[in-house]
């Protein structure tokens, strides 16, 4: 081997070492961001009864800024920003819609739920427009989570409006940890369901002709 040769493969030696220590300071990707879902109620509103008649429960319709499986926070009355590495399992419209109608289904509240994919001709549909849907406090403190949901029921045979009606529930998180706001905002958009199961049989019945 000439000098020149033996020079040029040391020096392709340590440059290979170097990149292979270099490499190994470097941080490995970021760990996935924790996911966290809804639940859907337990037990049933006391008092309900099922009603006779069937139900379509459509996705509600949101603002841009929710149209994200990214958890939502107000920090200020012209600020808005996400939590950093978690998410939800969902875009927040269908997975609230997912919960509402397994909700229904829990409560027995009507004779059939589904979704508008399960392409049923319902007696009813329910219609509506979430939002709020997000905490709201500075950063680094235990926020309060916000769910609201404007609620259409639709008579399907005449497409008429029979009912309307405003939900909106606040829970305070026990703690700025992330774990603690999803289970407020669980917490909340249960209260927000319970309440719209009994206000949704109690107006289809009225319009069922008090079935």
């Given at each position: 081997?000439?000098g020149?040769?033996?020079?040029?493969?040391?020096?392709?030696?340590?440059?290979?070492?170097?990149?292979?220590?270099?490499?190994?300071?470097?941080?490995?990707?970021?760990?996935?961001?924790r996911?966290?879902?809804?639940?859907?109620?337990?037990?049933?509103?006391?008092?309900?009864r099922?009603?006779?008649?069937?139900?379509?429960?459509?996705?509600?319709?949101?603002?841009?800024?929710?149209?994200?499986?990214?958890?939502?926070?107000?920090?200020?009355?012209n600020?808005?920003?996400?939590?950093?590495?978690?998410?939800?399992?969902?875009?927040?419209?269908?997975?609230?819609?997912?919960?509402?109608?397994?909700?229904?289904?829990?409560?027995?509240?009507?004779?059939?739920?589904?979704?508008?994919?399960?392409?049923l001709?319902?007696?009813?549909?329910?219609?509506?427009?979430?939002?709020?849907?997000?905490?709201?406090g500075?950063?680094?403190?235990?926020?309060?989570?916000?769910?609201?949901?404007?609620?259409?029921?639709?008579?399907?045979?005449?497409?008429?409006?029979?009912?309307?009606?405003?939900?909106e529930?606040?829970?305070?998180?026990?703690?700025?940890?992330?774990?603690?706001?999803?289970?407020a905002?669980?917490?909340?958009?249960?209260?927000?369901?319970?309440?719209?199961?009994?206000?949704?049989?109690?107006?289809?019945?009225?319009?069922?002709?008090?079935?």
């Amino acid at each position: 081997m000439t000098g020149h040769h033996r020079r040029g493969v040391l020096r392709f030696g340590a440059a290979s070492a170097a990149a292979t220590a270099l490499a190994g300071c470097l941080p490995g990707p970021p760990p996935p961001p924790r996911r966290f879902y809804l639940t859907a109620l337990d037990t049933p509103p006391p008092g309900i009864r099922t009603a006779p008649w069937s139900l379509v429960v459509e996705p509600p319709q949101t603002v841009p800024a929710l149209r994200t499986t990214r958890i939502a926070q107000a920090i200020g009355d012209n600020e808005f920003d996400y939590y950093a590495d978690a998410e939800w399992g969902d875009l927040p419209a269908l997975m609230f819609q997912a919960v509402a109608i397994r909700s229904f289904e829990r409560a027995d509240a009507v004779a059939l739920v589904a979704s508008e994919r399960e392409r049923l001709r319902p007696d009813f549909r329910l219609t509506s427009s979430l939002v709020p849907f997000f905490a709201v406090g500075a950063v680094g403190t235990a926020p309060e989570a916000r769910v609201g949901l404007d609620a259409r029921l639709i008579r399907n045979r005449d497409r008429e409006v029979v009912a309307t009606r405003s939900f909106e529930q606040a829970r305070r998180a026990d703690s700025p940890d992330i774990a603690a706001v999803v289970a407020a905002f669980d917490a909340a958009s249960r209260a927000v369901i319970r309440e719209l199961v009994v206000w949704t049989v109690e107006a289809g019945n009225a319009a069922d002709g008090g079935a």
